[in-house]
């Protein structure tokens, strides 16, 4: 009797584990899993160089977890990375700036201005079709190697993913809504701040984290191909050293500088979507 | 009466791009007075909330001669606020901010948007809703909440696109009675689309039937039972009488 009643609590515990958000198990399995698949690798990545015999020559081009950490925390404790990083953020924070100061509102231009969309499209589908990269050698020339270039390298890069979305996200406005406002006395300013701009939001957004990507690709193509100095420069030196954990440090720093951007945009998301109801099986 | 609101020969075809065009008005005449209550009813797709864009000023007819007060009517003003048929309600904004759009474009500071907003949000019922968004809320819920967005700028004519359409029949009951009170005591012009012709006699001092599309004025019929009116008025032979004939002159006009 007492054996069926504990089965019973068993299973009505197990019922209750698998309603979505009330077990800790349950919202934490993703992130468990995860670190866990991670630590395996990097045990692996630590352990199999020291069980597999390998030549002097092959080991330069090497290096394990520990020692990255090693030189990660020796280039923050003795500063040396504080320039190169510097340089490098500058260089993303300005041009990501300027792409999204000029091309949020000329997007919003050219959703709702015929005559500058026709004027425009053109010059807009053609840039966007060329690979940035082409422009490498003009900029360097016109620019030199120093931090102006890289911000019109992440500029041209961060524009268009910006300029485009949010274009889409105009032209999508729902024209009943603008016939709202405007039945209200609304000028096209209030049109584009009251529903033009709030609807294309979720567009806006979506290309502002393609532009982060791009941004963050633009310092690395100008710091690898020719900057007097960035991160970018570290690593590439670094590469000519044979000192694989200084390489390995910089493509981490790259990494997490990224992802707290792609964090900070999912911040931004959530507080602009309050209004959205919220998306089915999403927590 | 003399007329507040005049439309003559209005003609208005859509011309969708890739589409054939869409004759929506056809010689379309209509006089409402100052302080009346006009309904319209007529078959679906007649052009009924067209000609309601057209006296809110947002779609400029072909031809034809509209004027409001004698002077001919030229875009959107705050003289005028619609009830939109689909609601209409800005999906980032929460309930007040919705009902005080028009205030806020008027520049009112936000104390006094407060105080028109707070006794209109109280009047449709939705007190303690004032922070909800659209998408938490019923059919009923967000049509009333477009009733009183068009009621904070106190216009003097107001554009009603099936406004209870959404609503179950008690609190559409409700919101007749709270309509006709505050057309009285605040003696506004109504323009009135429905489609159900009970409530188009009920409420109103002239309901027009439409012909179907290309719309035109079909037939007006005077009511002429008095005010206030009360529930019990629906069931007496008047009112069937008027019911029956305006159905007969609607029916031939509706091809399903
Ligand atoms: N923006 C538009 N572009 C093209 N055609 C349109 C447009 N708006 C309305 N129409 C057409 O004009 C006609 C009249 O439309 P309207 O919305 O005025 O009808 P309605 O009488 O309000 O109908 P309902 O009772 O169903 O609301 C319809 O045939 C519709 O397809
Ligand atoms: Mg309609």
């Not at chain 1, 019973?8 to 995860?34: K, M, V």
């Not at chain 1, 320039?83 to 924070?93: C, D, E, H, K, W």
């Not at chain 2, 000023?57 to 606020?81: E, F, N, Q, V, Y």
Request: charged letters at 20%.
């Amino acid at each position: 009797m007492t054996d069926i009643r504990a089965l019973e609590a068993d299973i009505a515990q197990a019922a209750d584990s698998g309603a979505p958000g009330r077990s800790a198990w349950y919202r934490l399995e993703p992130a468990i899993l995860g670190t866990a698949s991670i630590a395996v690798l990097l045990v692996l990545w630590e352990v199999l160089p020291r069980l597999i015999t390998m030549s002097a020559g092959t080991k330069l081009f090497f290096t394990t977890p520990t020692q990255i950490a090693g030189t990660l925390w020796r280039l923050f404790a003795t500063g040396t990375i504080w320039t190169p990083l510097g340089v490098s953020a500058s260089g993303f924070a300005l041009g990501l700036g300027l792409s999204i100061v000029v091309g949020l509102p000329l997007g919003v231009l050219i959703g709702r201005s015929r005559t500058l969309n026709a004027m425009l499209d053109p010059f807009i589908t053609a840039f966007n079709a060329t690979p940035r990269l082409v422009f490498l050698p003009l900029l360097m020339l016109w620019f030199g190697l120093g931090l102006e270039m890289k911000i019109v390298i992440v500029f041209i890069g961060a524009l268009f993913p910006i300029l485009i979305n949010t274009y889409e996200g105009v032209r999508n406005a729902d024209k009943t809504l603008i016939n709202v406002v405007r039945s209200f006395g609304a000028s096209e300013w209030d049109v584009a701040r009251l529903v033009v701009v709030p609807n294309a939001m979720p567009y806006i957004v979506a290309g502002l984290r393609l532009a982060i990507g791009r941004a963050v690709l633009g310092v690395v193509v100008a710091e690898f191909f020719g900057s007097e100095s960035g991160l970018g420069v570290m690593m590439v030196q670094a590469a000519g050293r044979y000192q694989v954990d200084v390489v390995f440090s910089g493509l981490i720093v790259f990494a997490a500088l990224s992802l707290a951007m792609t964090a900070m945009v999912q911040v931004l998301e959530s507080r602009l979507s309050r209004w959205r109801p919220q998306r089915a099986g999403g927590e | 009466m003399q007329a507040y609101i005049s439309g003559r020969n209005v003609n208005l075809t859509f011309r969708p791009p890739n589409r054939g065009p869409v004759r929506a008005l056809q010689n379309f005449d209509i006089d409402i007075g100052e302080g009346e209550f006009l309904s319209i009813v007529g078959p679906s797709g007649c052009g009924k909330s067209t000609f309601l864009n057209v006296l809110l000023g947002l779609i400029k007819p072909d031809s034809g001669d509209i004027r409001m007060d004698g002077k001919p009517l030229a875009g959107p003003g705050t003289d005028r606020a619609m009830v939109f048929q689909e609601f209409g309600l800005l999906p980032w904004r929460t309930v007040q901010a919705n009902v005080e759009l028009g205030l806020e474009l008027k520049g009112m500071s936000s104390d006094t948007r407060r105080e028109v907003s707070q006794p209109l949000i109280e009047m449709i019922g939705l007190s303690g809703f004032e922070g909800h968004f659209p998408h938490e809320l019923s059919g009923g819920m967000k049509q009333r909440v477009g009733l009183a967005r068009a009621l904070a700028t106190d216009p003097n004519v107001l554009l009603m696109d099936e406004p209870f359409a959404a609503l179950d029949a008690q609190t559409r009951d409700l919101m007749q009675v709270e309509l006709l009170r505050i057309w009285q005591t605040a003696k506004k012009t109504v323009l009135f689309v429905t489609h159900q012709i009970e409530e188009a006699i009920y409420l109103s001092d002239r309901v027009m039937v439409m012909t179907k599309r290309p719309g035109r004025a079909k037939k007006i019929f005077k009511i002429d039972l008095p005010r206030p009116r009360d529930y019990e008025m629906r069931v007496t032979p008047e009112f069937n009488e008027l019911k029956l004939q305006i159905w007969n002159e609607l029916k031939d006009e509706i091809t399903v």
